[in-house]
């Protein structure tokens, strides 16, 4: 399993993690698709995020350019299956327009496509200490859930919450 980071402080957790990590950025396609190319996965995970500076338009923007990235590599190196990480609660504007795009790569994958509604998510390292406004759902059993559908659930859109 190849699990893919942006950060260098991050290679050391996903290696303890039991994945073979890699740097790359997703909106570096080629490094993108060169990477892939030398994984052949036949699942490819989506759960891009970018929360750190608190900007919606840097979440909409991975959302979609990275997510656009990430469903064109998937199809580039025959991966069977796409499952992207979205939202159960309500979004406004383009933050709103770019989980609708997200999810649209789920469902024009010509292999397997999944969308993944997650809740609100609480615990440790999350932003709730504390279950927040509905929907949420602990982020321990949000793992688990996610585990679950990515490997056993057919085709769909998926609410965990």
């Keep these: 399993m190849v699990a ?20 790359c950025d997703v909106y570096d396609y080629p490094s993108l698709l060169r990477i892939g190319r030398d994984a052949r996965p036949e699942i490819v995970v989506n759960f891009l995020t970018d929360l750190s500076a608190g900007s919606t338009e840097a979440n909409a923007r991975v959302r979609r350019e990275g997510g656009a990235n990430v469903a064109a590599a998937a199809r580039a190196t025959g991966a069977g299956r796409l499952v992207v990480e979205s939202i159960a609660f309500p979004l406004e504007g383009d933050a709103a327009r770019a989980v609708d795009e997200l999810e649209q790569t789920a469902r024009d994958f010509p292999g397997e496509g ?13 932003a709730y200490a504390t279950p927040a406004e ?24 998926y609410t965990v919450a």
């Design 114 to 126: 999944l969308a993944l509604r997650f809740g609100r998510l609480w615990g440790p390292a999350t």
């Design 4 to 23: 893919l980071t942006r950060t260098r402080d991050k290679l050391r957790l996903l290696r303890d993690l039991g994945a073979e990590p890699a740097l």
């Design 134 to 157: 509905p929907p949420t759902i602990h982020v321990e059993r949000a793992g688990a859930e996610a585990a679950r559908l990515i490997v056993d659930a057919p085709p769909g859109l």
